[in-house]
Antibody, heavy 117, light 108 residues
Framework: EVRLLESGGGLVQSGGSLRLSCSAS????????MAWVRQSPGKGLEWVAT????????NYADSMKGRFTISRDNSKNTLYLQVNSLRVDDTAIYYC??????????WGQGTMVTVSS | EVVLTQSPGTVYSSPGESATLSCKAS???????LAWYQQKAGQPPRLLIY???KREAGVPDRFSGSGSGTDFTLTISRLEPEDFVMYYC?????????FGQGTRVDIK
């Protein structure tokens, strides 16, 4: 079974940092691009970043450049998102997802990040 | 960045009837990279349609996608009770992905 499982979310003060993780199973992780997508409470979906299978190329939404870093460890089948200088408006559910066929075909259940002022 | 505008914000229909959801792009989008998702409360999105009109495996045939260029449509026929939830469109134009703001399908 193809599965993604996020972890690392929690309550953090404004200005703090977090590293989110996404453990993948059931597919050839190293051959797949991976992405992070977030959803603020009661709001829509927002793409954060994407990394190719080898980890050597990344792309970020313009609003995420500078504070967000996507990376992966193919030996551990794990995707990461480092978020620095957290702001209250970064409060969201963060999903990892697999880009495939022009969409995101596999999603994790998400990890909640709450930033307090 | 390509902006996707979904309309209406809420569409009202009845079980057994149909619903038509619109997604308009601020510039031309390749049909290959236009997708639709369904999201139920407390769950991640589920890919329904990719390539503008191709159903993902396991998606019932009452869901259909159409359109090209800047105008795309998701049609849900023979609405079932579990279909009354949120729907999002999404596009990819290298190197960015964007989502529409969503349309809720609600019971009339």
């Amino acid at each position: 079974e193809v599965r993604l499982l996020e972890s690392g979310g929690g309550l953090v003060q404004s200005g703090g940092s977090l590293r989110l993780s996404c453990s993948a199973s059931g597919f050839a992780f190293r051959d797949s691009a991976m992405a992070w997508v977030r959803q603020s409470p009661g709001k829509g979906l927002e793409w954060v970043a994407t990394v190719i299978g080898s980890g050597t190329k990344t792309n970020y939404a313009d609003s995420m450049k500078g504070r967000f870093t996507i990376s992966r460890d193919n030996s551990k089948n794990t995707l990461y998102l480092q978020v620095n200088s957290l702001r209250v408006d970064d409060t969201a559910i963060y999903y990892c997802a697999r880009p495939e066929r022009g969409g995101f075909d596999v999603w994790g259940q998400g990890t909640m990040v709450t930033v307090s002022s | 960045e390509v902006v996707l505008t979904q309309s209406p914000g809420t569409v009202y229909s009845s079980p057994g009837e149909s619903a038509t959801l619109s997604c308009k792009a601020s510039q031309r989008v390749s049909s290959t990279y236009l997708a639709w998702y369904q999201q139920k409360a407390g769950q991640p999105p589920r890919l329904l349609i990719y390539g503008a009109n191709k159903r993902e495996a396991g998606v019932p045939d009452r869901f259909s996608g159409s359109g090209s260029g800047t105008d795309f449509t998701l049609t849900i026929s023979r609405l079932e009770p579990e279909d009354f939830v949120m729907y999002y469109c999404q596009q990819y134009t290298s190197p960015s992905w964007t989502f529409g703001q969503g349309t809720r399908v609600d019971i009339k």
